[in-house]
């Protein structure tokens, strides 16, 4: 249900969205007794508090075209935000875009016994569909091949 619901979502809005506006996630969850609807949206220059509250004009009346009304009667908030420094890892282009940034990898499942990798992503082969980490423990340093449709969640991260 969740992911139809921010499918459907991404579909309708992405061909409005404005340039240089860019539509980077959308995310359907509970908080408490509430739902949020999040669309994270970014542009070169970053977002500002006002570009959210455009893109919110935009967005809106868009969402009430959606036929059958997906959404709970109780209602929903939306919210449209900066994806932040943490940004979610979706698209091929998203990891060519991280290239040799830190990030975290969550699996489906466990590759060696492990379902969560961070490191610094050193490649990505388009061609078999797996990106390559460069992970460091305290003794050594290994690359860790990790195929795209393994990952269940991934996103960049601050590197302190």
Known sequence: MEEMLTQRVEQLITPHIPEPFELVDVEWEKLGSDRVLRLLVDKPDGIAIQDTADLSEIISPLLDTISPDPFPTEGYMLEVASPGAERPLKKEADYENAMNQYIMVKL?????????????????????????????????????????????????????
């Open 108 to 160: 489906y499942q466990k590759i060696e016994g492990v379902k969560e990798f961070v490191g610094d992503l050193v490649a990505l082969d388009k061609e078999n569909q797996v990106i390559t980490l460069e992970i460091r423990d305290k003794t050594r340093t290994k690359k860790m091949d990790i195929p795209l449709d393994k990952i269940s969640k991934a996103n960049t991260l601050v590197k302190l």
